[in-house]
């Protein structure tokens, strides 16, 4: 059984950084694809980042391209989202999911296997 945690999550002005980590236990971190979804009250959870087991490949969101940056450490079983120039509407919490079987698509929550319990990020204005 795969366990993912999110970490790193807070309360940052309008325009500031975060750096959301997940540390996954339990499986063969280095042959899942990682990704990074958000979601506030009352909508779907939205795709945010993603990466390929290698790090060869990242995926972005038009909403964050170019602000935000997925990595990860298979030395340390981590996947990291660094978040810059925030803004309030970016207000949810943040959830990393690892997917174990390849699905030919990153940017929906069904091409994942496993979640972690979240981390809230809150972007005051």
């Known amino acids: 059984q795969v366990q993912l945690v999110e970490s790193g999550g807070g309360l940052v002005q309008a325009g500031g950084s975060l750096r959301l980590s997940c540390a996954a236990s339990?499986?063969?971190?280095?042959?899942?694809?990682m990704g990074w979804f958000r979601q506030v009250p009352g909508k779907e959870r939205e795709f945010v980042a993603a990466i390929s087991w290698s790090s060869k490949y990242t995926y972005y969101s038009d909403s964050v391209k170019g602000r935000f940056t997925i990595s990860r450490d298979n030395a340390k079983n981590t996947v990291y989202l660094q978040m810059n120039s925030l803004s309030p509407e970016e207000t949810a919490v943040y959830y990393c999911a690892a997917a174990i079987l390849e699905r030919g698509t990153y940017y929906v929550t069904w091409a994942y296997d496993y979640w972690g319990q979240g981390t809230q990020v809150t972007v005051s204005s």
């Open positions: 339990g499986g063969i971190f280095t042959s899942y694809i």
